[in-house]
C-alpha cells in the first residue's frame, strides 16, 4: 500500500464518522463546529446587528432632521451616537468579515475545516451575549454608554453614567471573540492549505484575511488594556487617566489610537480582498500586479502601527510630532493607490460584465477612492485642524466605512450566494438594492462634506440655522438608505427559498478552488487536499 | 391636493433659494494670515484629489464603456508589469512631497507661539468657557444666550426653517472674547473638567482644552468683527450648546473696553460689600433665584428639579442639599462637588445670585422650607 492510499482510505473512514451526524434544530446552530454554519451565523449576527445600528442612526438623523430639538434630549442623543459606532464597527462590519472569513477561506485553501472548529463555536457564541450587555445598558437608570464610540477620558471615567462597567465588558467580550477568530485565521491559512498551494499561490482573498488576523491579534489586546485603565480609573481610584491623580487624558488617546488605527485597516483589508476576487472574476482577466497587491497590503498593515496620532492633531503634540505623523499618514496613500491602480489595470481591456457584486465592486472602488482622497486631506495637519471633529470626518469614515466596507461585504455576499444556498439570487431585486442604495447613500453622506467644511462640529443633537438645509438632505438620504437595506434582506430570504438552481460556477470568469465544489458547497468540502498547479 | 403635488411642492421648499442663500460649501478663508494659508492648502489637496480621481475614475468609466462583453471585449491577458507598478509607487511620492512642503511650512507658522502681546488663558467646563485676561484682571464666563425655549421649540409654530430661532441661533454668548485687530493674541488652553475644543474657523485655531494641561494656540486678527465657532470635542450632555464668539476691536476700542471692564470690577467689589450688610426680601430672592437657576442651573437640573438622575440628581426633595442643612447646601453651590458633575459656582455667581439661588431652590417644587438665605450667608459658610 502506498501512502497515498492509506491517506485516502483513512480519510473516507473519517468521513464516514462524521457524515450525517449533523443535529437539528436550534443544537444545530449552538454545538456546531463546522466553518460553513459558524460563518452562515456570524453573517446572520452581522446584518442583525448592522439593522440594529441603523434604527439607532435613523432616530439620530430624525433629530436632525430640523433645527432644535425634537424627538430626543441631548443626553440620549450621545448615547445613540455611542452604541451606533460600537455596534456598526464591533457587532456588523467585523463579524460580517469573520463570517466572510469561515466559509471560504477553509474553501479557498482547500482545507476541510478551520484549524480550531470548537474554539471556532465559541468566538461566535460569546458575541451575543457582549451585544446584549451593550444593547441591555439603554435600558438601566443611567442609560447606555454616552461618551462617543471612542470614549476619551474623563468623559468616560469621572463623569460617566453609571454603564461604563457594562459597556468595559462587553468590548473585553467582543475582544476575545475577535482574538480567537484571528487566532483561528492565522493558524488554519499556515497549516491547513493544500500541499501545493505556497503563500504566493493563495488567493489575495485569503492574504488580506492573514494580514488583518495579524493586525487584530496585535491590537485587541491593547483595547482591552485601555478598557481596563478605564474600569479601575472609573471604579478603584485609579488615576491613569486623571491629571490630579499624576495621569494624562491625552495618554488614553494615545493608547485608544494605538488600537484605533489598525482597527480601521482590520475594517477595509478584507475589503480589498473582496473586491480583489470579484473585479478579475467580472472582468475576464487575472488581478493585475498580485505580488505588488500583496506588497501593498502589509505595507498598509504596517504603516498603521505608526500613524496612530494623526487622531490627535489638536490635543497639542509637539511640531516634530506632528510632522512624523503627518508624513507616515500621507506616505498610506501609496499603497492604497497601488492597489486602487491595479484595480483600475485589471478592469483596463478586459471583457466586461455588470453582475451586482461587479456593480457594488465598482461603486466600492470610486467611493472608497473618495473617501481616501478625504483621508489624504485630514492627513495635512495644518488643514486637520479646520476638519478635526466636523462632519467632514463623518464623510470621510463613512465613506470608507460604508460604500468601502459595507459595499464590498455586499459584493462579497452576492458573489458567494449561489455558492452558499444553491440558487441564484434574484437578479433584478439585486440590482434595485444596488441602485437604491448607491443614490441614497451618496444624498447621505455627500453632503457631510459641506457641513464639515463650513463648520457643523460632529456629535451635536442641534446645530446653528446655516447647516439646516444639508441636513434635511441627509436624512432623507438616511431614510432612504436605511429602507434600501431591506431589500437585500428580501433578497437573502428569497434566495434560501429558492431560485434558478446554481451550477457549481456561475460565474464564467470566476477562480478558485471554491468553484470546483457542487453548490450548495456541501456540509464537508475537501476531507481530501485538492491538487493545486 | 394630490400626491403629486404635495411632492413636487415639497421638492419646490427645499430648493428654494431663500434656504440655500447663506449655505455655505466650502471651507472658510478666514480672517487671517495663517486661516488663508490653511485655506490654500486645502484648495491645493483638493485640487490635485479631484485631478487623480479624473484621470482614475476616466480610466475606469472608459473600461466601462469600451471593453464591455456585450459590445465584444475580449480580455487581454497581461497582470503584471513591474515598470507600471515602479512607476505609479513613485509619482504618487512625488505628489505627496509637493503637498508635504507647503503643509510643513504652514504647520512651523501655526505652532510659533513666540512675541505675543495679548495673553488670554480659555479654561473649558461643561459648558461654557472662561476667559482670564492676563496682567489685566479682568476674567469672566461666556455662556449661550440663546434662550431656552428657540431650542426646544417652545414658541410659536415651526416650520423647519428656523422662523422662530434668532440669526444666531447657538452660536451666541451673554458676553464674547475681546480681542484687538492687528496684534499677535496668545491663548493658553485648558480645562476644569472634561476634554473640549476652542474652535474659531474664521482664524483656522482649533486646539483641546485638557484638564490638568495647558495648550497654546495663536491668532493676528486684521480686522475688527465679530467670529464664531464652537466646542469641537464631545464634553458631554450639552457639548452643542457652548458656543464661542469673539469680538474682534480696533487696539483704540479695545483699551476702552479694557477700561471699561475694570470700571466694571470695581463696581461688582461694591456691589458685594453693600450686598453683604443688605437684606434682601423673599420676593426679591426669588426672583433673581428663578432666573438665575434658569442660566446655570436648569440645564442639568432642569426647570423641574427632577433633575436626570442619575448623572444629575433631582434638587425636589433632596435630603442632601435643598431640604437639608442650608450650610451644606450653600458650600455644595459654592465648591462643587468633586469627582462629579457640579462644579462651583464661587466663582461664576455673585454672592448675591448664590443666595437667591440657594432660597429658590430651597422654596421651589414644594421644597417649603421657608428659608431665606443672604448673602452674608453665603459668605460665611463659604469660609467655614
Known sequence: ?533 | MNRGNLGWLFLGSMLSSSAWADTQLNLTKGVTAVSREVYDLHMLVLYICSAIGLIVFGAMFWSMAFHRKSKGAKAADFHESTKVEILWTAIPIVILIAMAVPATSTLIDMENNDNSEVTIQITGSQWKWHYKYFDQDIEYYSVLSTPREQYENQNGSFDGNGADKGTNYLLEVDKPLVIPAGKKVRFLITSDDVIHSWWVPAFAVKQDANPGFINEAWTNVDEPGVYRGQCAELCGKDHGFMPIVVEVKSSEDYDAWLNEQHAMTAKAADAEKAALSASMSKEELMQLGESTYMAYCAACHQPTGLGLPPAFPALKGSAFTTTGSVTDHVKVVFNGRAGTGMQGYGKQLSLKEIAAVVTYERNAWGNDTGDLVQSSDVKAASEE
Open chain 1, 1 to 533: 500500500m502506498t501512502t497515498d492510499t492509506i491517506n485516502e482510505s483513512l480519510d473516507e473512514s473519517h468521513n464516514d464518522e462524521h457524515h450525517d451526524h449533523k443535529m437539528t434544530g436550534l443544537k444545530r446552530w449552538l454545538y456546531t463546529t463546522n466553518h460553513k454554519d459558524i460563518g452562515t451565523l456570524y453573517l446572520w449576527f452581522a446584518f442583525i446587528m448592522f439593522l440594529t445600528g441603523g434604527v439607532l442612526a435613523m432616530v439620530i438623523r430624525m433629530e436632525l432632521f430640523q433645527p432644535g430639538l425634537q424627538i430626543v434630549e441631548p443626553d440620549f442623543f450621545n448615547q445613540l451616537t455611542t452604541v451606533h459606532g460600537l455596534i456598526m464597527v464591533f457587532g456588523a462590519i467585523m463579524p460580517a468579515f469573520t463570517g466572510f472569513a469561515n466559509w471560504m477561506i477553509p474553501m479557498m485553501i482547500g482545507a476541510p475545516d478551520m484549524a480550531l472548529p470548537r474554539m471556532n463555536n465559541w468566538s461566535f457564541w460569546i458575541l451575543p451575549f457582549a451585544f446584549a450587555i451593550l444593547l441591555g445598558s439603554f435600558f438601566m437608570e443611567s442609560g447606555a454608554p454616552n461618551f462617543g464610540w471612542t470614549f476619551y477620558a474623563p468623559l468616560s471615567t469621572t463623569y460617566s453614567n453609571g454603564s461604563t462597567a457594562f459597556f468595559v465588558f462587553a468590548v473585553h467580550i467582543m475582544g476575545v471573540s475577535s482574538i480567537m477568530g484571528a487566532i483561528n485565521i492565522v493558524v488554519t491559512i499556515m497549516n491547513l492549505r493544500a500541499p501545493s498551494m505556497t503563500y504566493m499561490k493563495m488567493p489575495l482573498f485569503v492574504w488580506t484575511f492573514f494580514i488583518t488576523a495579524y493586525l487584530l491579534i496585535a491590537v485587541m489586546p491593547v483595547l482591552a488594556g485601555v478598557v481596563t485603565m478605564l474600569l479601575t480609573d472609573t471604579y478603584f481610584g485609579t488615576s491613569f487617566f486623571n491629571a490630579a491623580g499624576g495621569g494624562d487624558p491625552v495618554m488614553f488617546q494615545h493608547i485608544f489610537w494605538f488600537f484605533g488605527h489598525p482597527e480601521v485597516y482590520i475594517m477595509i483589508l478584507p475589503a480589498f480582498g473582496i473586491v480583489s476576487t470579484t473585479i478579475p472574476a467580472f472582468s475576464r482577466k487575472k488581478l493585475f500586479g498580485y505580488s505588488s497587491m500583496v506588497y501593498a497590503t502589509a505595507s498598509i498593515a504596517l504603516l498603521s502601527f505608526i500613524v496612530w496620532a494623526h487622531h490627535m492633531f489638536t490635543t497639542g503634540m509637539p511640531l516634530f510630532g506632528e510632522l512624523f505623523f503627518m508624513y507616515c499618514t500621507m506616505l498610506i496613500a501609496v499603497p492604497t493607490g497601488v492597489k486602487v491602480f491595479n484595480w483600475v489595470a485589471t478592469m483596463w481591456r478586459g471583457s466586461l460584465t455588470f453582475e451586482t457584486p461587479m456593480l457594488f465592486s465598482i461603486a466600492f472602488v470610486i467611493l472608497f477612492t473618495i473617501g481616501g482622497f478625504s483621508g489624504l486631506m485630514l492627513a495635512m495637519t495644518p488643514v486637520d485642524f479646520q476638519y478635526h471633529d466636523t462632519y467632514f470626518v463623518v464623510a470621510h469614515f463613512h465613506y470608507v466605512l460604508v460604500t468601502g466596507s459595507l459595499f464590498s461585504i455586499y459584493a462579497g455576499a452576492y458573489y458567494w450566494l449561489p455558492k452558499w444556498t444553491g440558487n441564484m439570487y434574484n437578479d433584478s431585486l439585486s440590482k434595485w438594492h444596488f441602485w437604491c442604495s448607491l443614490i441614497s447613500v451618496n444624498l447621505l453622506f455627500f453632503p457631510m462634506h459641506f457641513l464639515g467644511l463650513a463648520g457643523m462640529p460632529r456629535r451635536i443633537p442641534d446645530y446653528a440655522l446655516q447647516f439646516a438645509d444639508f441636513n434635511k438632505w441627509v436624512s432623507i438620504g438616511g431614510f432612504a438608505f436605511g429602507l434600501s437595506q431591506l431589500i437585500f434582506l428580501a433578497v437573502v430570504i428569497k434566495c434560501i427559498k429558492g431560485g434558478d438552481k446554481a451550477p457549481a460556477k456561475p460565474w464564467d470568469g470566476a477562480e478558485g478552488l471554491e468553484w470546483t465544489v457542487p453548490s450548495p458547497a456541501p456540509y464537508h468540502t475537501f476531507s481530501t487536499p485538492p491538487k493545486v498547479d
